[in-house]
């Protein structure tokens, strides 16, 4: 009799708490479902910045913890309280996570851009500097030649070959 009074109370326990299956109740002060969209965004940017950089942030003055919320004016309670709604209404979080995902892509999809015309500048600086090094070697080869051409005329000529340098001369 007790464990069948047991069984019948767990059982409408359970029942009775499944009851208020209609989710938390709409906030005051629900964050727009593009707002949300950009907080998410902003969220996953400040929560991928690397050890290095991070401190470069706080240094500068940025509260990476706060930097969202204070961003786009909420709080982290209005944050949480609207996250639980769209939550629970799954449909409404994965339009906004959809969004979010896909203005991440392209986001990096531009960066990556950015960084292959940044990657074919340096490519191309690089090539114009190793020419002008070549322009210059090439004018002091024919520098040297010419000088090399100048002084085997003279020793031709009869003409003794200037020393080309100081330790060249014989002593005195």
């Given amino acids: 009799m007790l464990k069948q009074f047991i069984t019948y109370f767990c059982i409408i326990l359970i029942a009775t708490?499944?009851?208020?299956?209609s989710g938390p109740k709409k906030p005051e002060n629900l964050i727009p479902k593009d707002k949300m969209v950009e907080v998410l965004i902003d969220a996953r940017l400040?929560?991928?910045?690397?050890?290095?950089?991070k401190r470069l942030l706080e240094d500068k003055g940025y509260d990476l913890k706060n930097y969202v919320f204070e961003k786009h004016g909420i709080d982290s309670l209005q944050f949480a309280e609207s996250n639980d709604y769209y939550t629970y209404h799954i449909k409404q979080y994965q339009e906004i996570f959809d969004k979010a995902i896909d203005s991440l892509e392209h986001l990096k999809n531009q960066l990556e851009i950015q960084k292959k015309k940044l990657d074919k500048e340096r490519r191309h600086k690089e090539l114009?500097?190793?020419?002008?090094?070549?322009?210059?070697?090439?004018?002091?080869?024919?520098?040297?030649?010419?000088?090399?051409?100048?002084?085997e005329e003279e020793t031709e000529e009869g003409k003794l070959a200037r020393p080309l340098l100081e330790k060249d001369t014989l002593p005195q």
């Fill in 17 to 21: 708490s499944c009851g208020n299956l």
């Fill in 46 to 53: 400040v929560g991928s910045v690397n050890g290095t950089n």
């Fill in 128 to 151: 114009d500097s190793i020419r002008k090094i070549e322009k210059l070697k090439d004018s002091l080869l024919q520098l040297d030649k010419k000088k090399l051409d100048i002084l």
